[in-house]
């Protein structure tokens, strides 16, 4: 099973090592062919605005478009959750975003004051203790649609925003408004992985 890592910007390194860490050699995405026989993809944190002209420079984000259309599972953490969706509110207007999930997002849209936070966030789907989440200049998900499985919202405590969803699922794609990949905590990643190998099973 191979699994790649969007490497254009932002943290690769962090999630070519979750997945070292759950037995699974990443490959790092920098060129549109290196996209073929992929059973997963990655899309990581960073600046969606940079990754998006760097998916147009690379040539990488049209081979990238066809193959989640496709069905390539998919996971997007925070800038990836952005590229993922179907709608960015303040974004640039000419910013991609592959609408590989049914949701609107604002960027940045917890506020200058809230621009980074952390907080235990309770996910059913991955059991067990709350989940250290960090936000950095996180996406707000403001709407999602019919076929979007909530699988954490915000918590009581975290103001204005309690109760926005932060991880969702809709088929076989993931994605978290924070970044997973920058705790040891490897249950999310543990899920997507579980995701991939599924949706593998099915596709023979
Ligand atoms: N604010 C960033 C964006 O719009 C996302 C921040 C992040 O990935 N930490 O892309």
Request: glycine share 14%; proline share 7%; hydrophobic share 45%.
């Amino acid at each position: 099973m191979t699994i790649g890592v969007l490497a254009l910007q932002g943290d690769v390194r962090e999630h070519v090592a979750a997945l070292a860490d759950l037995g699974e050699a990443a490959r790092p995405v920098r060129t549109p062919g290196e996209l073929d026989g992929l059973d997963g993809v990655v899309l990581p944190g960073g600046e969606s605005t940079t990754l998006s002209m760097l998916l147009a420079s690379s040539g990488v984000g049209d081979e990238l478009a066809g193959a989640l259309a496709a069905g390539l599972p998919a996971f997007g953490t925070c800038a990836g959750l952005i590229l993922l969706a179907t709608d960015v509110l303040d974004g640039r207007p000419d910013q991609r975003s592959f609408g590989a999930i049914t949701m609107t997002v604002r960027r940045n849209g917890y506020g200058r004051q809230a621009e980074s936070f952390e907080c235990g966030l309770d996910v059913p789907a991955l059991g067990g203790e709350p989940v250290p989440a960090v936000f950095i200049r996180a996406p707000v998900v403001e709407a999602v649609g019919p076929d979007v499985e909530v699988l954490a919202t915000l918590p009581a405590g975290t103001g204005a925003a309690a109760g926005r969803p932060v991880v969702c699922r809709q088929g076989p794609v993931v994605v978290a408004a924070y970044h997973p990949e920058l705790t040891g905590d490897r249950r999310l990643h543990q899920l997507f992985v579980e995701l991939v190998k599924e949706h593998r099973e099915t596709r023979r």
